[in-house]
Structures are given as structure tokens and as C-alpha cells.
T-cell receptor
Framework: KQEVTQIPAALSVPEGENLVLNCSFTDSAIYNLQWFRQDPGKGLTSLLLIQSSQREQTSGRLNASLDKSSGRSTLYIAASQPGDSATYLCAVRRSDGGATNKLIFGTGTLLAVQP | AAGVIQSPRHLIKEKRETATLKCYPIPRHDTVYWYQQGPGQDPQFLISFYEKMQSDKGSIPDRFSAQQFSDYHSELNMSSLELGDSALYFC?????????????FGPGTRLTVT
């Protein structure tokens, strides 16, 4: 059974700092991995999607990497801003020929960027 | 760009009542997913539909049922509501032949059972 874990559970950093969020998954047979942002009580905003054949994806100040063999992904946020404060979730989709579409979510990292 | 639409955004029901949540996927998306997120928890997959057929099933209670209609919108029907059903319910959509099945989420329906 796939389990997804995120470390740390919470993180507080001063504005301008570069930071890394970690995501680990137990079954390396994944189709893709998505990183999401969730503001309190709000919906999920997709930040980046990495396919299993890719090593990394970049969008603006965000860079996500994937090491499928070791079951790890990282989300790097450069020059953090108070507006980056939110919960960040990673989610994996299993690789099974398309029979299963569901995402399995990690436990999330609550990020607070102090002005 | 059009996004996933969910209605209602907020719903308050009493125990043992029924509730119906609606989801309108992004145009031309053929797959719809439902997730439940309890307070302080990560989203848990309930059920998905591809081309109006159930494609996968997760931890959905027997009291819940769902379907996808000919216009691809989906409805989640919840009966005999319990206090533990209070949660944020997300709908997501994707297109099978596009963008590696990337799922786009709606804003959610917050269900409160009293």
C-alpha cells in the first residue's frame, strides 16, 4: 500500500530565505507526482506535475525534483515571500496501466513565511 | 481559463439528512474524481468516473453514491449523514489523453453536519 510522508510537518522561515520541502513515498511504481498548495479552508492549487520519466520541473520560483528509485521528491522555493504561506501537499498517482487514477496525498507541510 | 465548478460551496445539514454535491469539470475533461478532506487531514480519494463509468473506488461509505452524467458533470449523493461526514469535499477533473492525467481541483464544498 502506497504511503506518502512529508517532512517537516511545519516550517517557519524569514522572508527571502530559500527553502526545501520533502516528500517520500513507499512504492516507487508511480505514474506522476503533483505538488499542491492549499490556503486555509480553501481548494487545492496545482503547482507542478512531474512525470515518472522526468527528474525535475520548474515554474517561476518553484522547482520540484523527483528521484523515483529512492522514493523522494523535493519542492524548492526560492526567495520566499509572506504570500507563500500555505500548506503544501504532494500527491502520487500509481503506475498501473491507467486502471487507477486516484491521487494519494501526503500529510502536508504547513509553511509560514515571516515578513 | 475555465476551472472546475462545485456547488454548493457551503452546506449545513442535520444528522440523518441527505445531501447532494455537484461538480462541473473543465470543458473537454473526461474524468471526474471526488475526494474528502476531514479537519486537519489530507484529502482521501472517494470515487472516480471516466466517460460516465465508474473507474476507481476508494474509501467511500455505502451511504454515499455518485454518478457522472452525459454532460460530464457529476453528483455525489450522501444519505443518513453522520457528524463524521463533516468535511471539505473536492471534485477534480482531468483529460485522459492530455497533460499526463494532471488533476485540476475545484474550490470544494464545505459540508457541516450538526
Amino acid at each position: 500500500k502506497q504511503e506518502v510522508t512529508q517532512i517537516p510537518a511545519a516550517l517557519s522561515v524569514p522572508e527571502g530565505e530559500n527553502l526545501v520541502l520533502n516528500c517520500s513515498f513507499t512504492d516507487s511504481a508511480i505514474y506522476n507526482l503533483q505538488w499542491f498548495r492549499q490556503d486555509p479552508g480553501k481548494g487545492l492549487t496545482s503547482l507542478l506535475l512531474i512525470q515518472s520519466s522526468q527528474r525535475e520541473q520548474t515554474s517561476g520560483r518553484l522547482n520540484a525534483s523527483l528521484d523515483k528509485s529512492s522514493g523522494r521528491s523535493t519542492l524548492y522555493i526560492a526567495a520566499s515571500q509572506p504570500g507563500d504561506s500555505a500548506t503544501y501537499l504532494c500527491a502520487v498517482r500509481r503506475s498501473d496501466g491507467g486502471a487507477t487514477n486516484k491521487l494519494i496525498f501526503g500529510t502536508g507541510t504547513l509553511l509560514a513565511v515571516q515578513p | 481559463a475555465a476551472g472546475v465548478i462545485q456547488s454548493p460551496r457551503h452546506l449545513i445539514k442535520e444528522k440523518r439528512e441527505t445531501a447532494t454535491l455537484k461538480c462541473y469539470p473543465i470543458p473537454r475533461h473526461d474524468t471526474v474524481y471526488w475526494y474528502q478532506q476531514g479537519p486537519g487531514q489530507d484529502p482521501q480519494f472517494l470515487i472516480s468516473f471516466y466517460e460516465k463509468m465508474q473507474s476507481d473506488k476508494g474509501s467511500i461509505p455505502d451511504r454515499f453514491s455518485a454518478q457522472q452524467f452525459s454532460d460530464y458533470h457529476s453528483e455525489l449523493n450522501m444519505s443518513s449523514l453522520e457528524l463524521g461526514d463533516s468535511a471539505l469535499y473536492f471534485c477534480a477533473s482531468s483529460r485522459r489523453d492530455y497533460s499526463a492525467y494532471e488533476q485540476y481541483f475545484g474550490p470544494g464544498t464545505r459540508l457541516t453536519v450538526t
